[in-house]
C-alpha cells in the first residue's frame, strides 16, 4: 500500500471537557467499547499499514508510557512534553526529525468513527498528491457525527479544495482529527506553542490544502455524555 507509513497520535492534552473521568488518568485511556480511545487510533493507524506511530505525552504521560509499551504490533515513539504543552502545531513541529521528511498521518487520540464504504484511511493514501498538497484532511459530514458541537470547519468544493468558513456561515463538514501532512507545511513555523490551524490557513492562502469526505460516522468523544452517545451507538453496531 503506497502513501504514508507513518504517523503521530496527539495525546498530551490536559481531558478538562471529559472529567471527572480524567481526574486521574490522561484521556486518550479513557475506554470506550472496552477499548482505550488510543487503541482506537493505532489499531486504525495499522490497518492503514502504518509502521512507525509518535505520541506526544504531556498529562499523565507515565501512564501513556506503560500503556504504549505493551503495544507490539508497531513501532511507537514518545514525543515528550511533560515540559510545556506545545498545541497541536507546536506538538507536531517537535516530532517532525521522527518522519525524516517524509509526509505523515495525523491522527487526534479522542476521535473514532464506524467505517462506510472502504476504509478512510485507506482511501486518503490513494487520494494523497504531494505535488499539489501541503495537507489531505479527513472531513465529516455534520449530519453524520456525534458529540460535534461546531459550526463547522471548512468549506469544501467539488474537488476537494478546502477554504476557511467566512464569519457568520456555517459549514456541512467538520474536522475528525485525521489529516495527511507534508513536512514544509512546518516551513517558517513559529517557535513554542502553536496551532496547527494557522498552517493550515496559509495552506489555504496557496491552494494547497484539501479535503476527503468520510463515508461513516464521526464519534468525538470529548465529553462524559458524547462517551456515553458513543458507547450506545457502537453497542447498536456490534453483532448479537
Not at 62 to 69: E, V
Request: overall charge negative.
Amino acid at each position: 500500500m503506497s502513501g504514508p507509513t507513518r504517523a503521530i497520535i496527539l495525546a498530551a492534552g490536559l481531558g478538562t471537557r471529559m472529567r471527572p473521568l480524567t481526574n486521574n488518568t490522561p484521556k486518550p485511556l479513557v475506554k470506550v467499547a472496552a477499548r482505550a480511545l488510543i487503541d482506537h487510533a493505532i489499531d486504525r493507524l495499522v490497518q492503514a499499514g502504518v509502521t512507525l506511530i509518535v505520541v506526544n505525552v504531556h498529562y499523565f504521560a507515565d501512564q501513556l508510557r506503560q500503556h504504549l509499551a505493551e503495544r507490539d504490533d508497531v513501532e511507537i515513539r514518545i514525543s515528550d512534553e511533560t515540559d510545556a504543552i506545545l498545541g497541536t502545531g507546536g506538538g507536531i513541529a517537535r516530532a517532525l526529525p521522527h518522519f525524516e521528511g517524509e509526509p505523515f498521518f495525523v491522527h487526534n487520540s479522542d476521535s473514532i468513527w464506524a467505517e462506510g464504504y472502504g476504509q478512510a484511511l485507506a482511501r486518503m493514501k490513494a487520494r494523497w498528491n504531494p505535488d499539489e498538497m501541503d495537507s489531505l484532511l479527513l472531513m465529516a459530514a455534520l449530519v453524520n457525527s456525534m458529540g460535534y458541537e461546531g459550526r463547522g470547519d471548512f468549506l469544501m468544493d467539488s474537488e476537494g479544495r478546502l477554504s476557511v468558513v467566512p464569519e457568520g456561515k456555517l459549514s456541512p463538514f467538520a474536522y475528525p482529527g485525521a489529516a495527511i501532512l507534508h513536512p514544509r507545511l512546518f516551513e517558517g513555523a513559529p517557535n513554542g506553542a502553536f496551532p496547527l490551524l494557522m498552517l493550515w490557513e496559509r495552506a489555504i492562502e496557496r491552494d494547497r490544502l484539501f479535503g476527503i469526505r468520510l463515508d461513516g460516522v464521526w464519534m468525538h468523544v470529548g465529553t462524559p455524555e458524547a462517551l456515553t452517545e458513543a458507547e450506545a451507538f457502537l453497542a447498536d453496531l456490534a453483532p448479537a
